[in-house]
């Protein structure tokens, strides 16, 4: 099995910044892509960044705010968030794209959710 977990949400003020971090547990042997969406109540799940065979890609909204890297042998993502704004408020969601040990059929996991509050 494989497991994401991650940490790093809370409540910050506007203009603020946190970092989200996302570590993959469990037997898997080959990751395409890890990311980060997000979801506002009320609203569709949206992502806020990628990162696939070396290239990124962020939403319109997160570029020049939030910066996505990975420790690939730690099988981390992390999403530095900064000048987080209160339309920033939202559950993010960490998923990796990767094939479980013996398979060469790709999944897509996902972390549990963090809250990330941006207060006025």
């Known amino acids: 099995q494989v497991h994401l977990v991650e940490s790093g949400g809370g409540l910050v003020q506007a203009g603020g910044s946190l970092r989200l971090s996302c570590a993959a547990s469990?037997?898997?042997?080959?990751?395409?892509?890890m990311g980060w969406y997000r979801q506002a109540p009320g609203k569709q799940r949206e992502l806020v960044a990628g990162s696939s065979g070396g290239s990124t890609n962020y939403a319109d909204s997160a570029k020049g705010r939030f910066t996505i890297s990975r420790d690939n042998a730690k099988k981390t993502v992390y999403l530095q968030m900064n000048s987080l704004k209160p339309e920033d408020t939202a559950v993010y969601y960490c998923?990796?794209?990767?094939?479980?040990?013996?398979?060469?059929?790709?999944?897509?996991?996902w972390g549990q959710g963090t809250q990330v509050t941006v207060s006025s």
């Open positions: 998923f990796v794209d990767g094939s479980p040990d013996g398979s060469r059929l790709s999944y897509t996991y």
């Open positions: 469990g037997s898997i042997s080959r990751i395409n892509a």
